[in-house]
């Protein structure tokens, strides 16, 4: 165990922050001004949203019914068709009482659709939907918990997040196991359907039902128009370095100042928005992404329990003209011929089958992403650290942790000299906010080397050091409890990038020594 003062937090930039930069800090604001003036004379930024799918068919706009007295407040809250009854059917509360706002708000349920309360309201006339939705893995999380926990030691596999356990304190924060847990509620487990997700204005949803099915503008929702899933929903929870994101290109900048763009000062805030949280480099986007799919054109019925079949590249890539359609609900044959509907614009696309001979000599052997992923993610390796000591100085240039609430509790240690709470978090799954808050950065984050191994059939994969974690935890004292606590392999697990293309004119350079049965 480390003494006090010998402690390394193991965070990729950290020491030069500690060391070096506090000297340098007025000359490097003044420099970072000077550089956002420059940039900003010579032209804008593009926005964010640029090349975003756009949403599909919104319903019609309807005044819930018997509502005068809820619409007075909410003016903008309307529904499709579909829902236009009283708000009180779903949300309770009373009506009749709208100019006392307490009386009105009686017994008022803010999030029908959150899972505590999904089957009463939403499942009163969609009991299937909500009962497959409840036990699908947006919902239970099994894939995420389990696969962590089991990483740190964990051998019993939960069945639903409530499950994992809950430390109160640092003093019950007594194992590595105990440990690996509460990163999960308070570190991992924050943007699902349990949470309204974080409040960056892009990944700002509902929850429960609403996460997918209402539409979020500027981190607030547009109405109660309830529609299909579109890429902006789907993106709210599956951004900064998670599959998703790719699709669009997007790959997030590094987490220090100066890995950071672009320089530009906005004159309210002084810095351009971060919609996501963190900027991101605009990469090469999927090739699907680039003809105008969408993510619901291939992941159907995925949310509502599992797909009549599981969807891969050869599903659609290497059908054969002997056998039926594949299981999605968009695709069919013509004149012998395989073709996709696009949900969100109605494009009608041929669907390119294996030709080349490589898929012949290699397609046994070496899952499709080895050749045709364009980048991959590669963040290697993430240091978490899980700190109860409210000296924020050392992180003065790792305030942006891709978590706005961090984010702000040191914005305002850093420069309230009012900010006496100590550091904070709320629980991912309850709300519940509890002493301690986990930091976060990375030895590096890379995307143009692709990792490539077996899996456990012999498969050659793509892989991700997404278990790759080093967790630290230092008490109020700052001293050190745990230290660069690793799990119990590599952490490379075998992943789909959805940053598909050409396969080019070196794919067999990533097959080198690797294609041997």
Not at 56 to 63: G, L, N, Q, Y
Request: include cysteine.
């Amino acid at each position: 165990m480390l003494s006090h003062g010998e402690l390394s937090f193991h965070v990729s930039g950290l020491w030069y922050s500690v060391k070096i930069m506090p000297h340098f800090r007025k000359l490097s604001l003044r420099y970072l001004l000077f550089c956002c003036l420059c940039l900003a004379l010579c032209g804008g930024t593009a926005s964010v949203f640029a090349g975003e799918a756009q949403p599909e068919h919104t319903p019609e706009k309807i005044a819930p019914a018997n509502a005068s007295g809820c619409l007075s407040c909410h003016d903008t809250m309307q529904l499709d068709r579909h829902h236009a009854f009283a708000c009180t059917e779903c949300h309770g509360g009373n009506a009749a009482e709208s100019g006392n706002k307490d009386l009105a708000h009686t017994s008022l349920i803010a999030q029908p659709a959150h899972p505590n309360h999904m089957q009463a309201s939403c499942g009163r006339c969609h009991p299937a939907q909500v009962a497959s939705a409840s036990n699908s893995s947006h919902f239970t999380l099994a894939n995420k918990i389990n696969s962590i926990r089991a990483h740190f030691g964990s051998n019993d596999k939960p069945t639903r997040p409530e499950a994992v356990p809950i430390s109160t304190s640092a003093n019950a924060i007594t194992t590595e196991k105990v440990l690996s847990d509460d990163m999960l509620r308070r570190s991992c487990l924050r943007c699902h359907v349990y949470s309204k997700g974080d409040s960056y204005s892009a990944v700002r949803h509902g929850s429960g039902c609403a996460a997918c099915h209402l539409a979020f503008t500027d981190g607030k929702p547009v109405d109660h128009r309830f529609q299909l899933p579109n890429d902006k929903n789907c993106l709210s929870c599956h951004y900064g370095n998670y599959v998703g994101n790719d699709y669009y290109g997007r790959y997030e900048h590094d987490l220090p100042y100066e890995y950071r763009t672009p320089y530009t000062a906005s004159t309210e805030t002084g810095f351009p928005p971060r919609p996501y949280g963190v900027e991101y480099h605009d990469l090469v986007p999927d090739i699907h992404q680039q003809r105008g799919m969408v993510c619901r054109d291939c992941h159907q019925g995925f949310v509502h329990g599992a797909a009549k079949q599981t969807v891969t590249c050869r599903t659609c890539h290497d059908w054969k003209p002997a056998e039926n359609s594949p299981a999605l609900g968009n695709v069919r044959v013509r004149e012998g011929k395989l073709l996709l509907t696009g949900l969100a614009d109605g494009k009608e696309h041929l669907v390119p089958q294996m030709q080349h001979p490589a898929h012949q000599e290699f397609g046994q052997r070496a899952d499709c992403q080895v050749c045709h992923a364009q980048w991959s993610y590669n963040d290697t390796t993430t240091h978490l650290l899980l700190s109860y000591d409210d000296d924020y100085d050392p992180w003065f240039w790792l305030t942006v942790q891709g978590s706005s609430e961090v984010e702000k509790r040191l914005e305002d240690g850093l420069y309230s000299y009012q900010a006496e709470e100590g550091p904070a978090m709320r629980d991912g799954l309850s709300g519940e906010v509890r002493p301690g808050m986990w930091y976060k950065g990375y030895t590096e984050r890379r995307w143009e080397r692709m990792l490539i191994g077996k899996d456990s059939s012999g498969m050659l994969r793509v892989l991700r050091p997404v278990l790759d974690l080093r967790l630290s935890m230092a008490d109020e004292d700052g001293e050190p409890r745990f230290d660069n606590v690793r799990g119990k392999d590599d952490g490379l697990r075998p992943y789909t990038p959805h940053t598909t293309g050409p396969a080019g004119l070196f794919y067999r350079d990533r097959l080198q020594g690797l294609s041997s049965p």
